[in-house]
């Protein structure tokens, strides 16, 4: 099936994503391309996305939403991002982790009460092991004059990047990757490449099918193209072999009440919670579940190599939304389906920082172009995917 991670499947009467995906445009070349392909399939939503802790709901981003929150909360996130205002960076720019980034632009409070126990959880690892140069766009630094509203309740203006959003009325975000297929000619599923010999330019494939190329473009994860390459020089595979991810169980519930909640999302930063997000599917599109059903897509990082059982983890799952009043005792479930996404997000350190160009420039010294969130071993988003794929098709297009 085409798609990636951008597929939806059915289960017992529901639709699921592989978590949440969600439209949101900055490109106006891209939002025509999207709207072309689902015209009149597709329906804008206002984000409705809270932060639980402190046994409160609060809006999100926290940053500017503080008011709710216990009173020496609030004036500790307030005081804090106060002094980011009067003090220099400690680090440049470049050499800044993503911790010192935090400090730095959000202060001492807001990364205690939420942007440090979130990330963590998020990302499994010590945020001075990642670096900041990609956190801009995604976690923009709010104003003194925000903050303050926020504190106070006051509210002007949405924030994030993502403050409304477009998905489709029915059949699941998978309607995006399908609407692409009438344009696509000789597609093979369920075959998988085994190896590629690039200095002959030829791909062997699982069903003994070899191709030779000239170009071939790739957009499955770095480390994964690498290890096929069989005739990459040794610092080349090495330096694949140390990029970093985390990996996510996506964990679909169907629940047997209708609207469970009036949220699209939800996250959570406290370590008694084992999820980082819940979001509710049918809250996008009622036809995603069956009527008097509620639908929820739950999110827990784990390392690689970590696993947990499905029945544990279902439960530990179902422990969390209890104690965080989503569900009831008495609530029956009538799906759960654990997918587990061994590669869900890219870790910005170090080691990526340096190996990754020299890794791309080798493999595109090679005709392979490697391109999407993980064909580049990046944070982007289904429309970058759409852009790049787009950018390159162009480009040789003009050859």
């Known amino acids: 099936e085409a798609g990636g991670l951008c597929r939806s499947y059915q289960k017992d009467g529901f639709t699921f994503d592989m978590t949440g995906h969600l439209l949101h445009f900055r490109q106006a070349a891209i939002k025509a391309l999207v709207e072309g392909l689902l015209a009149g399939r597709l329906e804008q939503h206002v984000r409705r996305s809270f932060i639980y802790s402190h046994r409160t709901y609060t809006e999100y981003p926290f940053q500017v939403n503080t008011y709710g929150l216990p009173p020496e909360v609030v004036r500790e996130c307030l005081l804090g991002f106060i002094a980011t205002l009067a003090k220099p960076a400690a680090t440049r720019p470049e050499d800044r982790s993503f911790k010192a980034w935090i400090l730095d632009n959000m202060g001492a409070g807001i990364a205690k009460h939420f942007m440090v126990p979130f990330n963590e959880k998020l990302w499994q690892v010590s945020l001075d092991e990642l670096t900041s140069d990609w956190v801009s766009w995604l976690v923009p630094k709010p104003d003194l004059k925000d903050v303050i509203n926020g504190a106070l309740g006051i509210k002007d203006k949405a924030f994030g990047y993502n403050p409304t959003f477009l998905y489709p009325a029915q059949g699941g ?137 499905d029945t544990m983890l279902i439960q530990q799952i179902r422990d969390g939304l209890e104690r965080a009043g989503i569900f009831r005792p008495d609530d029956e479930l009538v799906v759960a389906d654990v997918k587990d996404i061994r590669y869900a997000y890219v870790l910005f350190d170090k080691h990526r920082a340096r190996a990754l160009p020299a890794i791309l420039e080798e493999l595109a010294r090679r005709g392979i172009h490697s391109i999407g969130r993980y064909g580049r071993w990046e944070h982007t988003s289904m429309e970058d995917a759409m852009a790049q794929g787009k950018q390159l098709a162009e480009k040789l297009g003009a050859h």
């Open 173 to 309: 975000i998978g309607m995006l990757p399908r609407a692409f297929l009438p344009g696509v000619r000789d597609i093979v599923y369920s075959c998988e490449l085994i190896e590629v010999e690039t200095t002959r330019r030829r791909a062997t494939f699982s069903d003994s099918r070899v191709e030779e190329y000239d170009t071939l473009v790739s957009t499955i994860p770095v480390p994964e193209l690498v290890r096929r390459c069989t005739d990459l020089p040794k610092a080349i595979r090495a330096a694949a072999d140390g990029l970093r991810c985390v990996s996510v169980y996506n964990v679909n519930l169907g629940v047997a009440r209708e609207k469970i909640s009036d949220n699209h999302w939800i996250y959570f930063p406290e370590p008694e919670f084992p999820f980082y997000r819940v979001g509710f599917p049918t809250n996008f599109s009622p036809s995603l579940g069956p009527r008097g059903c509620s639908s929820l897509y739950v999110e827990v990082s784990h390392q690689p190599t970590r696993t947990v059982p």
